[in-house]
Nanobody, 123 residues
Framework: QVQLVESGGGLVQAGGSLRLSCAAS????????MGWFRRAPGKNREFVAR????????YYADSVKGRFTISRDNAKNTVYLQMNSLKPEDTAVYYC????????????????WGQGTQVTVSS
């Protein structure tokens, strides 16, 4: 069992930065691939980024590539999403998720989800 708690959301102007954190409980955090997803108002949930257990492999949605960076600290059971050059279209509730699968952007494959943190980017 893994419990996930996101933090770090807020209101920021376009061009600004935020860093989201996701703290995980459970001793098996290291065995999970961690992902970030988001849901904008009136839109479906979409994949943002994922990172393998070792941190050596990451993958990003085209919409955030070059602006967002996912990382993890297994000693702290925490995964991060550094978001730079934010745009109004990045406004969404951001969720972290965990899966014991590998290499997937498919949300149903993720077994555990956090409650989400709101990110609002003003123009």
């Amino acid at each position: 069992q893994v419990q996930l708690v996101e933090s770090g959301g807020g209101l920021v102007q376009a061009g600004g930065s935020l860093r989201l954190s996701c703290a995980a409980s459970g001793r098996t955090f290291i065995s999970y691939t961690m992902g970030w997803f988001r849901r904008a108002p009136g839109k479906n949930r979409e994949f943002v980024a994922r990172i393998m257990w070792s941190g050596a492999s990451t993958y990003y949605a085209d919409s955030v590539k070059g602006r967002f960076t996912i990382s993890r600290d297994n000693a702290k059971n925490t995964v991060y999403l550094q978001m730079n050059s934010l745009k109004p279209e990045d406004t969404a509730v951001y969720y972290c998720a965990a899966t014991q699968g590998t290499g997937t952007n498919w949300a149903p494959a993720y077994d555990y989800w956090g409650q989400g943190t709101q990110v609002t980017v003003s123009s």
